[in-house]
């Protein structure tokens, strides 16, 4: 029998690319929700439902439209500095929500599928962090990411939480882009762009964060898998990695500190996930950096 699929947030840079995958796959009935109208409407093999899931009759309505046996999450707000300047409405989507779609999950008997982050850790350290480390989060972002985890495990029986890092890949109009475009970008205009040279995360690859997503649909564990890149190095190297393999003038890159960034939200200095438990219990294999950049920029 095929598994209805429901990805919630299907407008989103993440979701969008799950939604897309899946539905060329005919094993499962996909449909999309998310706040605002289908941004790519006939684009591919699913149905698309325009939904608030702050709003427990929408919710309630949705379940029962679709039925699903699979809810993939990956809305959220997911903006740090936003979050931390509105905290009621990142509690609302990233917290509340997510609690609501926990329950309603189990109450239907559905695999809940909901996607985290490397900010639920305080980036103290100088090693790879694994999903048995203790999460500590240094900003209100991360705070509820990582309360929106511990509802969906207190709540599910049968769920995944996928933590991913900086998603990269291209971005439809509408979606917000990522510092790899950002690099490009500049670089491209000949423009100056200064990026920090003490931050270390592990980069996804969004077609990535789709395989590790669809494996954890038929996977029969429970639990947090880190779904993200293997390569760990701060946002300058990335950049220069941009740069490289671009083929565009390394001058113009200008490397700071976080101190000299100024950024207002405190970021974890150290992010980098493990994908170990991932490679061995799902079979993850992500792309390396370089081929991330070439997919995205159509090498
Ligand atoms: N992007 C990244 O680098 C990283 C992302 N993450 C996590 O991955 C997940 C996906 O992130 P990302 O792809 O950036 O997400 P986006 O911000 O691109 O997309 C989120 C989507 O959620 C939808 N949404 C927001 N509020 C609601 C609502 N009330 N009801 C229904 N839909 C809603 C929005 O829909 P609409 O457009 O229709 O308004 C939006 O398109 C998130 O959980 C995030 O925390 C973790 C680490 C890094
Ligand atoms: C815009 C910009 C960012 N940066 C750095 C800051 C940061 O370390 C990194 C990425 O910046 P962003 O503002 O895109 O994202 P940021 O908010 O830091 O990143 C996070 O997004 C949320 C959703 C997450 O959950 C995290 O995993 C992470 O990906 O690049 C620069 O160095 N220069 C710049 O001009």
Redesign the pocket.
Known sequence: MKKKVLVIGANGFTGRRILNDLSRNDEYIVTGCSLHDDIAPDSGNYRFISADICQMGEQSALFREVRPNIVINTSAL?V?DYCEAHRDEADSINVNAVGQLAFRCEASAARFIHLS???VFNGDTGQLYTEEDTPDPVNYYGATKLKGEKRVAELCSNYAIARV??VYGAALPGQHG??LQ?VANRLRNNEE????SD?WRTPTYVGDVSQGIEKLINHPNNGIYHICGSECLT?ADIAYRVADTLNLDYSLILPVTTKQ?GETTP?PRFSGLSIEKARRELGYQPHTLEEGIKLMFNL
């Open positions: 997911s740090p982050t490397d900010f890092v900086v990522n510092i950002l762009i200064r990026v920090v931050q946002i960034m970021r």
